[in-house]
T-cell receptor, first 114, second 117 residues
């Protein structure tokens, strides 16, 4: 069975600084997708970034980028120039290519210090 | 742009009562997914439907049932409610771009917050 592990329950970063959220996963599949979702206090699930396992190039979306290490099964999220609006719970997630279900990690709560 | 609509947004029920949650997918989306997120927990996949047929099943209790209708909206029916069913229930939908295409993004609705007293 696939698992997603986030070892940092909470993190804090100073506004305008850079922060990295860690995630590891376990799977025997070769074709899958990895995601980072943001859940602000409104509880809306917002897709931040997506990575296809077959792509070696790390995905980037504006201030958000990932470090995807397939062999190590590691998938970290880097947030540059942190802003107050980035404060939220961040979930790392996995989806097998042919699966419907998304498997989420336990989440990392990110605090932004002004 | 149109988003996934869930109703009601909040629901309060007593133990042993029945609840029905509704999900209206984004237009032209033919697949819906249901997730349950307990307090302080990560979302857990319950069930999914594609073209009105059950597609995948997760950790959905036998007390729960769901279906997708001809207009692609979906309903999650929950009977004999328990205190532990109190949670945020998300519906997500994905577009009709073929089941074997590389990726069908799941667009999440705002959720229905169910409180069982």
């Amino acid at each position: 069975a696939q698992t997603v592990t986030q070892s940092q329950p909470e993190m804090s970063v100073q506004e305008a600084e850079t922060v990295t959220l860690s995630c590891t996963y376990d799977t025997s599949e070769s074709d899958y997708y990895l995601f980072w979702y943001k859940q602000p206090p409104s509880r809306q699930m917002i897709l931040v970034i997506r990575q296809e396992a077959y792509k070696q190039q790390n995905a980037t979306e504006n201030r958000f980028s990932v470090n995807f290490q397939k062999a190590a099964k590691s998938f970290s999220l880097k947030i540059s120039d942190s802003q107050l609006g980035d404060a939220a719970m961040y979930f790392c997630a996995y989806k097998g290519r042919r699966d419907d279900k998304i498997i989420f990690g336990k989440g990392t709560r990110l605090h932004i210090l002004p | 742009a149109a988003g996934v609509i869930q109703s009601p947004r909040h629901l309060i029920k007593e133990k042993r009562e029945t609840a029905t949650l509704k999900c209206y997918p984004i237009p032209r989306h033919d697949t819906v997914y249901w997730y349950q997120q307990g307090p302080g927990q990560d979302p857990q996949f319950l069930i999914s439907f594609y073209e009105k047929m059950q597609s995948d099943k997760g950790s959905i209790p036998d007390r729960f049932s769901a279906q997708q209708f001809s207009d692609y909206h979906s309903e999650l029916n929950m009977s004999s409610l328990e205190l532990g069913d109190s949670a945020l229930y998300f519906c997500a939908s994905s577009p009709n771009v073929g089941r074997l295409t590389p990726y069908n993004e799941q667009f999440f609705g705002p959720g229905t917050r169910l409180t069982v007293l």
